[in-house]
């Protein structure tokens, strides 16, 4: 399995970004992708994720309400758009697959078993 992340950049307050991740390989419809974060100092922390087989959802309260996680009809790529950008979202952003048939929505970093490269966003205040 392998993950191509893009999408990061540098934008101000308020703005927005859209993060773009496709998978290949991926053995189970039912796998479960992810976007995480790790901001400098910081640990690793997860921001949404989304069931490939039936697109169930779950979010960080962090960015509820700003941030939306989608897949394309093949299953195979993910967006996370990202409105209402703050300072505090700056962070490597890294996308993640469960390629396990899975119920439900997994938040737990550990519980994903390949990632792909980060991509930078900044938010400039």
């Known amino acids: 399995v392998q993950l191509q992340a893009s999408g990061g950049g540098l934008v101000q307050s308020g703005g927005s970004l859209r993060l773009t991740c496709t998978a290949s390989?991926?053995?189970?419809?039912?796998?479960?992708m992810g976007w995480f974060r790790q901001a400098p100092g910081k640990a690793r922390e997860f921001v949404s994720a989304?069931?490939?087989?039936?697109?169930?959802?779950s979010y960080d309260a962090s960015v509820r309400g700003r941030f939306t996680i989608s897949r394309d009809n093949a299953k195979t790529t993910v967006y996370l758009q990202m409105n209402s950008l703050k300072p505090d979202d700056t962070a490597v952003y890294y996308c993640?697959?469960?390629?396990?048939?899975?119920?439900?929505?997994?938040?737990?970093?550990?519980?994903?078993?390949?990632w792909g490269q980060g991509t930078l966003v900044t938010v400039s205040s």
């Open positions: 993640a697959v469960r390629d396990r048939n899975t119920v439900g929505v997994l938040t737990g970093t550990s519980r994903y078993n390949y």
């Open positions: 390989g991926l053995t189970f419809g039912g796998s479960v």
């Open positions: 989304i069931n490939l087989n039936d697109g169930e959802t």
